[in-house]
T-cell receptor, first 113, second 116 residues
């Protein structure tokens, strides 16, 4: 099976712009979670989607949003980018509620200038 | 809210030696999962091992094993016969076993270097 894929791998944006990141989960996995990784804050949970519904959301401002499509692919969007949004954004997929292991993609490295 | 603490920011050991990484957590939940993830330099996060809180037996995966002490809320990772490929950041993570709350709470990580 192919692993979790994320596109793009690298992105450079300017303050005030918006960005959309994409994640394709492992085939058969219906849950997709997003995490932000920074040197200062470490790994922080953004949100989780299951069957196109957001089930859980971390403590991030409303500029961070996401969605999941019927094929389980997920996108996250960050509007009005700030310098502090520079981070590695990780997507993870899991199979179902009874199987909790999350498998991570390679991440998207976002740099905001 | 759950918290996960990794008190060893960095560790280094000689190749073939055994190393133990520490992790403590705080929760009021009785049913949960604990994980160790490995993040090699510039590479993606890999699941190393998982432990269910209701299981008393410690999980083992080849050279990797855990020492799970539920009462002490401690979850350490032991790597036996360490190899150069074990060089990575290691993250301890917690997940409650409740519907709609399947999010990982991570510790700050331990940077492990295996010395040839």
């Amino acid at each position: 099976k192919a692993g979790v894929t994320q596109t793009p791998r690298y992105l450079i944006k300017t303050r005030g712009q918006q960005v959309t990141l994409s994640c394709s989960p492992i085939s058969g996995h219906r849950s997709v979670s997003w995490y932000q990784q920074t040197p200062g804050q470490g790994l922080q949970f953004l949100f989780e989607y299951f069957s196109e519904t957001q089930r859980n959301k971390g403590n991030f401002p409303g500029r961070f949003s996401g969605r999941q499509f019927s094929n389980s692919r997920s996108e996250m969007n960050v509007s009005t980018l700030e310098l502090g949004d520079s981070a590695l954004y990780l997507c993870a997929s899991s199979q179902e509620l009874a199987i909790p292991e999350q498998y991570f993609g390679p991440g998207t490295r976002l740099t905001v200038t | 809210a759950q918290t996960v603490t990794q008190s060893q920011p960095e560790m280094s050991v000689q190749e073939a030696e055994t190393v133990t990484l520490s992790c403590t957590y705080d929760t009021s939940e009785s049913n949960y999962y604990l994980f160790w993830y490995k993040q090699p330099p510039s590479r993606q996060m890999i699941l190393v091992i998982r432990q269910e809180a209701y299981k008393q037996q410690n999980a083992t995966e080849n050279r990797f094993s855990v020492n799970f002490q539920k009462a002490a809320k401690s979850f350490s990772l032991k790597i036996s016969d360490s190899q150069l490929g074990d060089t990575a950041m290691y993250f301890c993570a917690f997940m409650t076993h409740s519907f709609g709350n399947e999010k990982l709470t991570f510790g700050t990580g331990t940077r492990l270097t295996i010395i040839p």
